[in-house]
């Protein structure tokens, strides 16, 4: 139970705190600078803007692999050891999700402009990565101990 509730408070915060700084960027927040444009952009494909030739598919297909995602992970048992890093992804995801649905493409508003033009991308982006990142580290690193030992 503890596990879950780690799992589900990391997602809904995750969400919360990404859509909460989207509406910042909807309601006309800008901050220009020298190499990082804080503005908003929408992106109708997903990273790189890729598949943005599937248009209103785009949302459905990620519906059902976030979901086909979720029920992995619960069926394998990853959340026992990967509770946080999950609920970041998850959270991550159904903030990008969302603005599919809800705004036609998703919120994105931190723009790298120095020396090159980089993706643009928000907080649920990093979140992503960063539960990636983590799940990587984790599994290489810190393996689970065998119980034949």
Known sequence: MRIFAVFLLAAIGTFIVDQGIKTLFLEGYYRPGSCIDLSLHFNKGVAFSLFAFLGPYLKWIQLLLVG???????????????AF???????????????????????DYVAWHCGFHFAVFNFADVAIDLAVVWIIVAAYFFPEKSSRT
């Not at 890093?85 to 919120?107: K, M, S, T």
């Open 85 to 107: 890093p999950i609920g970041l992804l998850i959270g991550g995801a159904l903030g990008n999700l969302y603005d599919r649905f809800v705004h036609d493409g998703v919120v």
């Open 68 to 82: 086909a995602i979720l029920y992995f992970v619960l069926r394998e048992g990853y959340l026992k050891r990967y």
